[in-house]
């Protein structure tokens, strides 16, 4: 009986420790703003999903490009994520339009969590503003995401973003004006 309690328990713990494995694997980062992910990609474009198809270590998601917010010198019919979440992998709608914020990497676009690709029903009209007006002239400001306070800024050239319930998220873009970054 006690050599099947200790092989139980040897059992178990080694799931245990498997686990704790695929945990510590998660994918970890916080949601960037619309614009610094605008900013940081180099690929932003609106799509509709059309197709899935389930690779090696990654999915590849048949798209048809519907505008180009940032290089418009190429036509995405695809884009790549990791298969899971817990790698940062998006999980995306068929027949369902997106905001897609991107990586080229080997001549193709991927996306993580950790960008920003919400469905385009949820960009609002200032964002869909920004896309096309105001994103790419707020480039050389840095947007500094405070989680807690305080949370002082020491340059000229960033604005802070709490998104505790504030509109800035949503509604207004970093640009630099006489020297400095505000949010307008």
């Known amino acids: 009986m006690t050599r099947y309690v ?13 686990r704790v494995a695929d945990i510590a ?16 990609a180099d690929i932003v474009i609106r799509a509709k ?20 917010f940032k290089c418009p010198n190429q036509v995405i019919h695809a884009i790549y994520t ?11 709608e068929i027949n369902k ?6 990586k080229l990497e080997t001549g193709r676009m991927h996306v993580t969590l950790c960008g920003y690709n919400p469905p385009w029903e949820d960009v609002s ?16 400001c840095k947007i500094i995401h405070c989680t807690s306070l305080p949370c002082p800024i020491s340059t000229t050239d960033a604005c802070m973003w709490m998104d505790w319930g ?7 873009a970093c640009i630099e004006s006489n020297g400095s970054c505000a949010w307008q």
């Open 25 to 40: 694997d998660a994918c970890r980062c916080s949601p960037p703003h619309p614009q610094q992910a605008f900013c940081d």
């Open 6 to 18: 200790s092989s139980c328990f040897i059992t178990l713990f080694v799931l245990f420790l498997w």
């Open 166 to 172: 504030t509109n800035n998220g949503q509604n207004l």
């Open 125 to 140: 009209a200032a964002q869909k503003n920004g896309l096309t007006h105001r994103y790419q002239s707020g480039c050389d």
């Open 97 to 102: 339009e997106y905001l897609f914020t991107g």
């Open 49 to 68: 999903v059309v197709g899935k198809k389930a690779l090696s270590n990654e999915i590849k998601y048949d798209i048809q490009q519907i505008k180009m």
């Open 82 to 92: 990791a298969s899971s979440p817990a790698a940062c992998g998006v999980t995306l």
